[in-house]
């Protein structure tokens, strides 16, 4: 039996204690200064993979369709007030596991002084790899941010000297970066689901790596990009801009099929369904009612 309104009143306000409930400008999830909020309708896909049986994708429509864009030394405002340049690499970028470090790390020897503004640092003996406060492996933060961030006015260019060796090699930034660097702001989670007859498939989520998906002190980044309305002017949807990491995160098969899904939804004559807020407002489009109403 669903939990009534009240009761979920009462749970908050046993939780929460003498405080009472946050207002809607405090609590996580309300829109602040040049962002929307992250809770709003989405639509959303499920389809299974083409490739495996056993696995189901479940895709955001509502972020896949939108025009989100990068805004790196274009307007990109920062996680950490003050450092606008940084962009997202203030933090530095944790490894997922061993494997991850040890791709990046055979990329890193490619480097030259030409490219890496921090070559000399990050080939010294502390390297460009550190232990962080919470006991996980990830790159060095140096000068206030990752070391492989290029500052603004270096000659070999500013921005992560790894996409940049990528881009001189013809090759796909996912190639040379940490796995965290190149799925952001893609976000990727798995749940098995017992079904009603009693198999289990696993669903592959596949949707928009908003504030919460840096746990809670995502909610205290000073900007994040995708649900800031600057961040939407892209001529191109995020499914079609994102194309080779979609694919290295769902297989050429799934990728196809979630494009279809994606085409599909854009190419419906009626306005979209949930579309993402942050997005320009969409040309007017008529429909049955609104003709209906027009003639009256």
């Known amino acids: 039996m669903g939990?009534?309104?009240?009761?979920?009143?009462?749970?908050?306000?046993g939780v929460r204690g003498a405080h009472g409930t946050a207002s809607a400008q405090t609590r996580p999830g309300a829109a602040r200064d040049e962002e929307v909020g992250l809770?709003?309708?989405?639509?959303?896909?499920?389809?299974?993979?083409?490739?495996?049986?056993?696995?189901?994708?479940?895709?955001d429509l509502t972020w896949l369709t939108s025009r989100w864009q990068c805004l790196f030394g274009n307007g990109c405002q920062g996680i950490t007030a003050g450092r606008a340049e940084d962009g997202c690499c203030t933090l530095g970028a944790h490894f997922s596991d061993e494997e991850d470090e040890q791709r990046v790390a055979g990329h890193v020897a490619r480097l030259t002084p030409e490219m890496w503004q921090f070559h000399g640092v990050g080939t010294g003996p502390h390297g460009w790899a550190e232990v962080n406060e919470e006991g996980e492996r990830q790159t060095r933060r140096f000068q206030g941010a990752c070391i492989f961030h290029n500052r603004a006015g270096f000659e070999g260019?500013?921005?992560?000297?790894?996409?940049?060796?990528?881009?001189?090699?013809?090759?796909?930034?996912?190639?040379?970066?940490?796995?965290?660097?190149w799925q952001v702001p893609i976000r990727r989670s798995y749940e098995w689901v017992e079904l009603p007859d009693g198999e289990?498939?696993?669903?592959?989520?596949?949707?928009?790596?908003?504030?919460?998906?840096?746990?809670?002190?995502g909610h205290d980044l000073h900007w994040w990009c995708t649900a800031a309305p600057s961040a939407h002017g892209a001529g191109q949807p995020?499914?079609?801009?994102?194309?080779?990491?979609?694919?290295?995160?769902?297989?050429?098969?799934?990728?196809?099929?979630?494009?279809?899904?994606?085409?599909?939804?854009?190419?419906?004559?009626?306005?979209?369904?949930?579309?993402?807020?942050?997005?320009?407002p969409a040309p007017s489009a008529s429909t049955p009612a609104t003709d209906a109403a027009q003639e009256d």
């Open 238 to 280: 995020v499914y079609v801009s994102y194309r080779a990491e979609l694919i290295e995160l769902m297989g050429k098969a799934g990728y196809d099929r979630l494009a279809e899904l994606c085409e599909q939804r854009l190419a419906a004559q009626l306005p979209l369904v949930a579309p993402h807020p942050a997005d320009p």
């Open 157 to 181: 260019g500013a921005g992560c000297a790894l996409h940049l060796l990528a881009l001189r090699e013809g090759r796909e930034p996912l190639e040379t970066k940490p796995d965290v660097c």
């Open 200 to 217: 289990e498939v696993l669903y592959v989520s596949i949707g928009e790596y908003d504030r919460r998906g840096w746990g809670s002190g």
């Open 39 to 59: 809770d709003f309708p989405r639509a959303w896909v499920e389809f299974p993979d083409p490739a495996d049986d056993e696995q189901v994708f479940r895709c």
């Open 3 to 13: 939990t009534t309104k009240a009761a979920k009143q009462q749970n908050r306000d």
